[in-house]
């Protein structure tokens, strides 16, 4: 089984469509895989649509649906793992080692647990995915 971990810069594109949602999708159907978020992705996919509909890219009805599958997913297609003390503690080094941003180092950290499983770290950030990758993730940006 392979497993992909999503961060919500990549996950946010199965739930509106734009750069990068043909690969997203092609990630899903794929057979054989798990798709693996941190528990904080679910605030934040929360937050990153609602920035849509404040911002008039999407209008009321679309954040309705878009948040209504979301939430579908979470309980029935993902693996949701919870942030622990032992990620928060990764996240700080990782904030100091890479200089990330704090929701990118828990989200990082999160997915680094999963490494002896060979997760593949799937962000839309370039610098994330750089470092994933320097910290021994494969990594896809769904953008390139």
């Given at each position: 089984?392979?497993?992909?971990?999503?961060?919500?810069?990549?996950?946010?594109?199965?739930?509106?469509?734009?750069?990068?949602?043909?690969?997203?999708?092609?990630?899903?159907?794929?057979?054989?895989?798990?798709?693996?978020?941190?528990?904080?992705?679910?605030?934040?996919?929360?937050?990153?649509?609602?920035?849509?509909?404040?911002?008039?890219?999407?209008?009321?009805k679309d954040?309705?649906?878009?948040?209504?599958?979301?939430?579908?997913?979470?309980?029935?297609?993902?693996?949701?793992?919870e942030l622990?003390?032992?990620?928060?503690?990764?996240?700080?080094?990782?904030?100091?080692?890479?200089?990330?941003?704090?929701?990118?180092?828990?989200?990082?950290?999160?997915?680094?647990?999963?490494?002896?499983?060979?997760?593949?770290?799937?962000?839309?950030?370039?610098?994330?995915?750089?470092?994933?990758?320097?910290?021994?993730?494969?990594?896809?940006?769904?953008?390139?």
């Amino acid at each position: 089984m392979k497993f992909y971990f999503f961060d919500t810069s990549a996950l946010v594109k199965r739930y509106h469509s734009e750069k990068g949602t043909r690969e997203v999708d092609r990630i899903f159907a794929e057979d054989d895989s798990a798709i693996v978020i941190s528990n904080i992705s679910i605030t934040e996919m929360v937050s990153a649509l609602n920035r849509k509909k404040e911002e008039k890219v999407i209008m009321k009805k679309d954040l309705d649906m878009a948040l209504s599958k979301f939430f579908h997913d979470v309980i029935k297609d993902f693996l949701v793992l919870e942030l622990n003390e032992d990620h928060i503690k990764e996240s700080i080094v990782l904030v100091l080692k890479r200089n990330l941003r704090a929701l990118d180092s828990l989200q990082l950290s999160v997915a680094l647990d999963l490494k002896e499983l060979k997760v593949i770290f799937v962000s839309a950030d370039k610098k994330l995915v750089s470092i994933a990758e320097k910290e021994g993730l494969e990594a896809i940006n769904p953008e390139t």
